[in-house]
């Protein structure tokens, strides 16, 4: 009768991952079921323990969703953000002056292969189509969009200041001056 010895994966296996299961080496078919048992096992557990990166720069930006409003003897500037998948945010932003809407405009935030795009589009400009502006850079509580060849605004920036309060910012240059507006919007909803 032959005698089996044990290897080191055998006695890992059979007491660290499966100590319920015996494997029997008694010959080559065995074997090659363990190898590929103990490899199945194994690269299950690598893979498992991946992080999975798709749309994290979406999912950072989720402090965006909800309604936030502007009020001064302007007008009122809304914006309304919501979520309708898992790579996009839109928000209808609204610019109303007593019961006139003077300005609207759709934005979308989407991640393309890991890119942050802010498209915009607002009617009877550009022929209706979206104004794309990358991602120019992103912290924890704020991100920067550009487009250097939109006339205006060239730059936009999203604050969060807190929970409640973030500052939007558009700047760029206007009949070859530097012009530069800022948005304190509050959250409502």
């Not at 930006?61 to 945010?89: F, M």
């Not at 912290?139 to 973030?166: A, G, M």
Request: with cysteine.
């Amino acid at each position: 009768m032959k005698k089996n010895k044990k290897d080191a994966a055998t006695i890992w296996a059979n007491s660290f991952l499966f100590p319920n299961i015996v494997f029997v080496l008694t010959d080559l078919k065995y074997k090659k079921m363990r190898q590929f048992f103990l490899f199945s096992a194994l690269s299950l557990l690598l893979f498992s323990c991946t992080n999975n990166s798709k749309n994290e720069k979406i999912k950072a930006s989720e402090w965006l969703l909800g309604e936030w409003v502007n009020q001064s003897k302007e007008g009122i500037v809304s914006e309304n953000w919501s979520q309708p998948n898992d790579s996009t945010l839109v928000a209808g932003s609204f610019f109303i002056k007593e019961k006139d809407t003077l300005h609207f405009e759709n934005i979308a935030l989407t991640e393309k292969d890991g890119e942050l795009l802010y498209e915009t589009t607002i009617q009877g400009q550009n022929d209706d189509k979206p104004i794309v502006f990358p991602l120019l850079s992103e912290t924890e509580n704020e991100l920067v969009f550009e487009n250097l060849q939109n006339d205006y605004p060239q730059k936009i920036k999203y604050q969060r200041n807190s929970k409640s309060v973030i500052t939007i910012s558009i700047s760029g240059k206007q009949a070859k001056k530097v012009v530069s507006e800022q948005f304190k919007m509050t959250k409502i909803k």
